[in-house]
C-alpha cells in the first residue's frame, strides 16, 4: 500500500479496568473478580464485573472513541446495560451474543451523535482511506492478534473487536482492549499481512458527527 502514516492521538482504554493485569486474567490466573479497580467499572458487584468484563471489547472500543472526540466517558458496565437496552448485546443466561453491529450504529448515532457506518465487508485499503478522514474502524479480530503469533494460526477469524486508531504503508495501528501491557495495548502495530490472518473482514467506521454540546 502506497500511504503515507496517519496516526490519530485516541486514549486507550482496557476491557479490564486493571490493564496492568490482563495477561493474569486472560490465562485464568486471576479471576476478573479480583481486579483490585473493577468499582471502577460501575458494576454492581465483583460477580457482574467479572461477567462482563471478558465480554466488552465492543464497549472498550467504544469509549475510546467517545474521548477522542471529547464526550463523556461513561464507565464500562453502566455503558454495557444502555447497549443492552439498545440491543446491540443479547444475553440469554450465561451466554451472550454481541456485538450486534446495526443496532450498535443505530445507538451511537442515536445517543451522541456519531457517524457510525457497519461495513460487511472491509478490504485495507478503506480502512487507510477512513482513517485519513478521521474516522476511527472497529475491527472485528481473532482475539490472539495480541501477539502476532505466527506458529499459532488463530481457529477462526473473528469475534474479538479492536479499535484501528493508524495506518501507513506497512500496516495498521490499532488499541487492543485485551492486549498484553507495554506490548499489544497503545498503538500496536499490526503488518498488513499479519492482519490478514485475524481480520473477517468486517467492522464499524465511527466518526465524530456533530459536536457535543
Not at 485495507?124 to 474502524?137: A, F, K, M, S, T
Not at 472485528?140 to 499459532?152: F, G
Not at 507495554?182 to 466518526?207: C, Y
Request: hydrophobic share 40%; aromatic share 8%.
Amino acid at each position: 500500500m502506497n500511504a503515507s502514516p496517519i496516526t490519530h492521538p485516541v486514549p486507550y482504554y482496557s476491557q479490564w479496568e486493571s490493564a496492568g493485569l490482563v495477561p493474569q486474567f486472560i490465562t485464568g490466573a486471576m479471576s476478573a473478580a479480583d481486579d483490585p479497580l473493577w468499582q471502577k467499572s460501575g458494576a454492581d458487584s465483583r460477580d457482574e464485573y467479572a461477567f462482563w468484563a471478558p465480554r466488552i471489547c465492543g464497549m472498550a472500543c467504544l469509549r475510546m472513541a467517545l474521548d477522542h472526540w471529547g464526550h463523556p466517558v461513561p464507565p464500562s458496565v453502566p455503558l454495557l446495560r444502555e447497549a443492552l437496552e439498545a440491543g446491540a448485546y443479547v444475553r440469554d443466561g450465561d451466554q451472550v451474543q454481541g456485538m450486534i453491529y446495526a443496532p450498535f450504529a443505530a445507538w451511537a448515532a442515536r445517543r451522541w451523535g456519531l457517524h457510525a457506518d457497519v461495513r460487511p465487508r472491509l478490504v485495507p485499503e478503506e480502512i487507510h482511506e477512513e482513517i485519513g478522514r478521521g474516522h476511527l474502524v472497529m475491527l472485528s479480530v481473532h482475539k490472539t492478534i495480541r501477539t502476532l503469533d505466527e506458529a499459532q494460526a488463530p481457529p477462526v477469524r473473528g469475534g474479538h473487536l479492536v479499535l484501528a486508531v493508524g495506518t501507513g504503508p506497512d500496516g495498521v495501528e490499532v488499541h487492543n482492549p485485551s492486549g498484553l501491557p507495554d506490548h499489544s495495548q497503545r498503538f500496536a502495530r499490526v503488518p498488513w499481512a499479519d492482519l490478514d490472518r485475524f481480520f473477517a473482514g468486517r467492522g464499524v467506521v465511527l466518526g465524530p458527527g456533530r459536536a457535543p454540546a
